[in-house]
Nanobody, 121 residues
Framework: QVQLVESGGGLVQPGGSLRLSCAASGSILSINTMGWYRQAPGKERELVATITSGGSTNYADPVKGRFTISRDNAKNTASLQINSLKPEDTAVYYC???????????????WGQGTQVTVSS
């Protein structure tokens, strides 16, 4: 069974930093793009950042210059370094990965369970 597990969320003061991690496990043959989404209370889930297997990155405008996504292909992990946190960054952060699992016919998106990030003084 293939799954994604996030970690690293928590409560942080404005201006602080956090590092979120995402680990993929199971019978994985290949991982294409990995990324992070977030969902604030009462709002739709939105894209935060993505990274391809080759290392190309893409960021949503509100997080450019403050968030950095990275990955370790050998370990099937992705990370999101979050700096200069603002109260509006408060949300549940979800990891997503396009993975080709053993026995599958094609790539499909897998989601983690989410990790809460709260920015408050």
């Amino acid at each position: 069974q293939v799954q994604l597990v996030e970690s690293g969320g928590g409560l942080v003061q404005p201006g602080g930093s956090l590092r979120l991690s995402c680990a993929a496990s199971g019978s994985i043959l290949s991982i294409n793009t990995m990324g992070w989404y977030r969902q604030a209370p009462g709002k739709e889930r939105e894209l935060v950042a993505t990274i391809t297997s080759g290392g190309s990155t893409n960021y949503a405008d509100p997080v450019k210059g403050r968030f950095t996504i990275s990955r370790d292909n050998a370990k099937n992990t992705a990370s999101l370094q979050i700096n200069s946190l603002k109260p509006e960054d408060t949300a549940v952060y979800y990891c997503i990965a396009q993975m080709f699992a053993s026995g599958a016919l094609y790539y499909r998106n897998y989601w983690g369970q989410g990790t809460q990030v709260t920015v408050s003084s």
